[in-house]
């Protein structure tokens, strides 16, 4: 999925830096990101390799990004690395529950506090906007159209709803909604104190199955019970991902979803996450009544087929293949 948000971002014009720990990989992949490029004269692309999952990584890839944009912070910071071990929760090895919570959520809450340091630390040491004055009376207004800077995460359709055969993965990107609705509601913070200063928004994208070398991985492992209740989930290429993310991005929204069941199951779950204008706050209470009912027979559905998948194949995980 990263690979195609690099190359979707390059072909809209933008500089990309790309992060992984394979190198061999990252090389190709810069390569493939470049080919997009709008303008290959002007446009720059940087990979580094480094383990997300340790917090000193993240601040060293900010400052190299940094020296790298001639002493600039990025813009966007896109979270993506992440990983499934989908297996039953007795079956799991108790290391892979830490390793899970490394992979998904560590990853994405090291970077984005690493980026976010580097945007907003050096605003605590300006006098805030507001102490000027300037911005107490009625007719107050920003001096300069402030840019905007994006934190997006990378969760999954399992943060709103998990079933049986994801309890190592699923408390992972709970766990990111969790981080970014609260780090949405701080922005303001920052935003209401330096209006000047260009604004940040985070984001997190909700994506149920993406037809990827992860998915494959994933499957070679996942209970053939887990398989047979997300069968009906055909996935989507990490291409058509990419598309939709971008554009629910460029239009503002905050939590997105890339296919109609995630976008009708999110409805019934937003509590006081940010919903985005009025007519959005209609939609998901209407869609949160209908999806109130409508979970009640998808939940019991659900419970039905795994007791039927027990007394067919035993607590064994019988069929463990492919079949
Ligand atoms: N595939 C799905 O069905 C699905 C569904 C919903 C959500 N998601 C989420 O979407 C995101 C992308 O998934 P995907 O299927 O595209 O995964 P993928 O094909 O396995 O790619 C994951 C990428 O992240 C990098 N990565 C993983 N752990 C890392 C770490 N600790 N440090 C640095 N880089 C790391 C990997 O490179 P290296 O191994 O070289 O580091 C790889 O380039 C993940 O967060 C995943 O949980 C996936």
């Not at 940087?46 to 890839?61: K, M, Q």
């Not at 509590?271 to 019991?300: D, E, K, N, Y």
Request: aromatic content about 8%; charged content about 20%; overall charge neutral.
């Amino acid at each position: 999925m990263g690979l195609e948000v690099g190359r979707q971002l390059a072909e809209k014009g933008a500089n990309v830096v790309i992060v992984a720990r394979d190198s061999d990989k990252l090389r190709h992949a810069i390569e493939y990101i470049k080919q997009g490029a709008l303008n290959p004269s002007t446009q720059r692309f940087h990979y580094i390799s480094a383990d997300l999952a340790s917090a000193p990584e993240s601040v060293r890839i900010v400052d190299e990004v940094v020296s790298w944009n001639a002493g600039n912070p990025p813009d966007t910071v896109w979270c993506c690395a992440g990983s499934s071990y989908p297996t039953l929760f007795i079956d799991t090895p108790v290391s892979k529950f830490q390793a899970q919570m490394d992979s998904n959520y560590f990853t994405s809450a090291y970077m984005a506090h690493a980026a976010l340091t580097s945007w907003l630390k050096p605003l605590e040491a300006q006098k805030s906007d507001v102490d000027d004055g300037i911005h107490n009376t009625p007719t107050a207004r920003v001096i300069a159209p402030p840019g905007t800077r994006h934190i997006i995460f990378t969760a999954s359709f399992l943060a709103f709803y998990s079933f049986a055969g994801y309890s190592p993965y699923s408390p992972t990107k709970a766990a990111l909604r969790a981080l970014s609705d609260t780090l949405s509601q701080e922005m303001n913070l920052y935003a209401a104190a330096h209006p000047n200063s260009p604004r940040v928004r985070v984001h997190t994208i909700f994506p149920a199955t993406i037809l990827t070398e992860g998915y494959e991985a994933e499957n070679r492992i996942k209970h053939s019970m887990t398989k047979m209740l997300e069968e009906d989930d055909e996935g989507q290429t990490p291409q058509v991902i990419a598309t939709k993310s971008i554009q629910a991005l460029e239009g503002g929204q905050e939590l997105i979803t890339t296919d109609m069941l995630t976008g009708l199951v999110k409805g019934s779950m937003l509590g006081g996450s940010l919903r985005g204008g009025f007519g959005r706050v209609i939609m998901s209470w209407f869609l949160a009544g209908l999806m109130g009912i409508v979970m009640v027979f998808v939940r019991a559905d659900m419970d039905r087929k795994c007791r039927v998948w027990g007394r067919k194949f035993g607590v064994s995980g019988v069929k463990r293949d492919n079949n």
